[in-house]
């Protein structure tokens, strides 16, 4: 950020959300969960525990509040008061499980609060977390309304992959140790390997080409992956990708804080969307018999 | 003692203020041993419990997802809401001419001093990775990285950093005359000591109205920066996204706390400088009733911004918000809470009765209970918002542990040895500010001692040394 870049890009920067935030995109990345299809087999997680480097750290630090799951499925259960008078002796329809990861919100709230800009948002419309620079003050985490930022409260490298289990780590992404934050990154180094692929061959990088390990884990296909760029600004990134699709379908804009729908068939929603924090994940509400 | 209804007596003759204060000076007796004694134990807890944290990771201190805060940063802001008192006696009560703050101006200022050195080092002892503390400073980098302006944890290094700068001079500034006096009063290393410290100051003229001038300049500009820091630290809540933290009200919230907790703060210092030093002639129960006074008008502004606070967030309708304001009252929270509430707002009640305000030893225990009121406030800020929040998944309490109270009992231990030491190497009563108080009161209560003993060049001598004796006897 020398002071000629900043003359000079000054207004680039200070576009504020209102206007939609930084404007040159190159992708933006976002998905679809489809809570339809989803079973809450956690598979998913596992997929991201392997593929991220996530520690394990055991029972008791995980009922301590020290587990690094980036992605989580949370269980709610039925009211037992059905409302007009009906009271549910049992939980008829099991529990709804929520698969929560990084929203990579557009205006994300854990981005301006970070003291060293160790979060900021990536052209690819990515959330970053750059673990080097990071010094943990903890701010992003209690700044994140959804609360989807882990921090390493201790190393874990030793208790977590003793030998020879180090042997299985992913060598496409560092190991974090103590004192750093970390979160879903949406597998940035599939992302990174994909598009220095398309560059080598000259090509744009295709819809589907790119697949965060969760996705391409679940067995019921609940989620979509993919550039939603084209819904925003048409003729840039990934064009007609599924994801999009999904997300023109079902009427969820970006850059809104509610989302107006008359049509009771348009199940998308997005958590907490009133915040205003912009998130690019995209739930299809799971539809149930009362 | 208690009958007395002056400020200071206005007999007390030059020779013997600084006789009185450079005693406190002399070499320490067995109590002060003991303190620093008491006080270095303190710190080594703290010390014992940051190596552990150092070496092991911030888990052992019981933070943990979601409560990623504790007892660090509340501490943090205590300290902090401490340091105001120094600038509300020595800044706004200069610039409004409220000349009782004399004599008890210099240890005040002394503690804003020494609870920034405390305070600021929570921010730090709170880093994952501490040892990076200052990539926030934006210092020049050959990779052109720089701390990003838009966070407040930003802000209040620079905050904090300017108002330790301001008020540390202010301190020293104001300290220079009375160091002139320990300097002709000092032998051996002392004496080199202070001829260094003084500047060469020799009480002429010119002297004086430069330093009248920087004085003056330094208080104007500290009174802004005070006001400034505590909204910079309290805009480490108001700017975020989160219920309970997200208030409109909390600058104006956080001074007037801070100033309270201040107050209660001198009064804790004023009631021991008083017993140990035996400061009954400078630091008198009127002094004591007023700065009471003071703390009670400011006890009750802070009530009232909590009530604005309460009643904006019930009639707000923000459902999250109003969940956890219902949930600081009747949840796992509520016991401190409430306490909180008592010490705050209902104790500092005593302070309406001018029996109790003139009472040294209930002042004492008043004064330390509305400062743990003021240290639970701070912690009724941080913890109950962490715990439940906007996500349901992540409700959870938490409580901390040994380490966390360690470092927040030794940060005692840490400000209790400062404070010793400046007891011993600066005068903690301003010299030459009571002489000037205790000048302007004869003018206008004893003319005919003034007419004696304040005769400057062009005034008519006074007939025989009669006067002059009347007043020695």
């Known amino acids: 950020m020398s002071l000629e870049n900043i003359l000079t890009n000054w207004s680039k920067y200070r576009k504020g959300a209102e206007e939609g935030g930084f404007h040159d995109y190159e992708h933006m990345w976002g998905r679809v969960i489809d809570l339809n299809k989803c079973t809450g087999c956690s598979a998913c997680v596992v997929a991201c525990y392997a593929e991220n480097n996530l520690a394990v750290v055991g029972k008791d630090r995980f009922a301590d509040g020290h587990a690094m799951h980036w992605l989580r499925i949370e269980r709610y259960w039925d009211e037992p008061d059905l409302g007009e008078g009906r009271v549910a002796e049992f939980q008829h329809h099991g529990a709804s499980f929520l698969p929560m990861h990084c929203q990579q919100c557009n205006a994300a709230t854990c981005e301006p609060v970070c003291p060293v800009a160790a979060t900021y948002h990536t052209p690819d419309g990515l959330n970053a977390q750059v673990y080097n620079r990071c010094i943990g003050s903890r701010y992003c985490s209690n700044n994140c309304p959804y609360r989807l930022r882990y921090f390493n409260f201790f190393s874990y490298y030793e208790s977590s992959w003793p030998a020879p289990l180090h042997m299985q780590l992913n060598p496409d992404l560092t190991v974090r140790d103590k004192g750093v934050m970390e979160k879903c990154t949406f597998c940035v180094q599939r992302i990174r390997a994909v598009k220095d692929k398309a560059k080598m061959q000259d090509r744009k990088v295709l819809d589907g080409e790119v697949q965060p390990a969760c996705v391409q884990t679940c067995p019921t296909s609940a989620m979509t992956f993919g550039d939603i760029l084209d819904m925003h600004s048409p003729g840039k990134g990934v064009e007609n990708t599924q994801a999009a699709a999904l997300w023109r379908k079902h009427q969820v804009e970006l850059g809104k804080a509610k989302q107006v729908k008359q049509d009771p068939e348009l199940r998308g929603y997005r958590v907490l969307e009133g915040l205003n924090t912009d998130p690019k994940v995209l739930f299809l509400e799971r539809v149930r018999e009362v | ?473």
Request: net charge positive; with cysteine.
């Open chain 2, 1 to 473: 003692m208690s009958d007395q209804h002056k400020d200071i007596n206005e007999d007390i003759r030059w020779a013997k203020i600084n006789e009185d204060v450079l005693r406190s000076m002399e070499n320490p007796r067995m109590g002060y041993w003991v303190s620093v004694v008491v006080c270095l134990a303190l710190l080594s807890l703290a010390v014992i419990a940051e190596v552990y944290q150092y070496n092991t990771g911030m888990g052992v201190a019981n933070l943990n997802w979601p409560q990623m805060w504790g007892l660090y940063i509340a501490t943090f802001i205590f300290w902090i809401g401490m340091s105001h008192s120094g600038t509300l006696l020595s800044a706004i009560l200069h610039i409004t001419h409220a000349d009782w703050r004399k004599p008890i101006y210099r240890f005040a200022e002394a503690m804003t001093t020494f609870t920034l050195m405390t305070a600021g080092l929570f921010p730090i002892i709170h880093l994952g990775r501490l040892w990076n503390m200052y990539w926030v400073l934006p210092y020049y980098s050959d990779r052109g990285i720089w701390p990003n302006f838009r966070s407040p944890l930003v802000w209040d290094a620079f905050a904090i950093g300017t108002y330790l700068t301001s008020s540390a001079l202010f301190l020293y500034i104001g300290s220079i005359p009375d160091l002139a006096i320990c300097r002709d009063n000092a032998r051996g290393w002392r004496k080199k000591l202070y001829t260094a410290l003084s500047l060469g100051w020799r009480g002429d003229d010119r002297q004086w109205r430069h330093f009248r001038k920087a004085y003056l300049i330094m208080a104007c500009f500290l009174i802004p920066l005070a006001v400034s820091v505590h909204s910079i630290v309290s805009s480490d809540f108001a700017m975020s996204i989160m219920p309970g933290w997200h208030v409109t009200t909390f600058p104006p919230y956080f001074v007037a706390g801070a100033l309270y907790s201040g107050c209660a703060g001198i009064i804790t210092l004023f009631v021991l400088l008083r017993y140990y030093f035996r400061f009954e002639d400078y630091m008198t129960l009127p002094i004591l009733d007023k700065t009471c006074k003071l703390t009670f008008a400011i006890a009750m502004v802070w009530t009232y911004l909590n009530l604005v606070e309460f009643s904006s967030v019930w009639y707000g309708h923000d459902m999250v918000a109003k969940e956890l304001l219902i949930d600081k009252f009747t949840g796992t929270y509520s016991p401190y809470f409430w306490a909180m509430l008592f010490l705050g707002s209902v104790v500092p009640f005593t302070m309406a009765f001018e029996k109790i305000r003139r009472s040294i030893s209930a002042m004492f225990v008043i004064s330390i209970l509305l400062n743990i009121g003021m240290w639970l406030d701070r912690w009724m800020i941080v913890g109950p918002t962490l715990s439940a929040s906007y996500e349901p998944f992540a409700f959870s309490v938490s409580w901390p542990s040994w380490v966390q109270w360690f470092i927040v009992i030794g940060s005692f231990g840490w400000f209790g040895l400062l404070f010793l030491v400046f007891v011993k190497v600066i005068p903690s009563v301003s010299m030459y500010e009571v002489k000037e108080m205790i000048f302007h009161r004869r003018h206008i209560a004893h003319k005919d001692i003034a007419s004696v003993m304040h005769r400057r060049a062009g005034d008519a001598k006074p007939s025989g040394e009669a006067g002059l004796e009347g007043v020695k006897s």
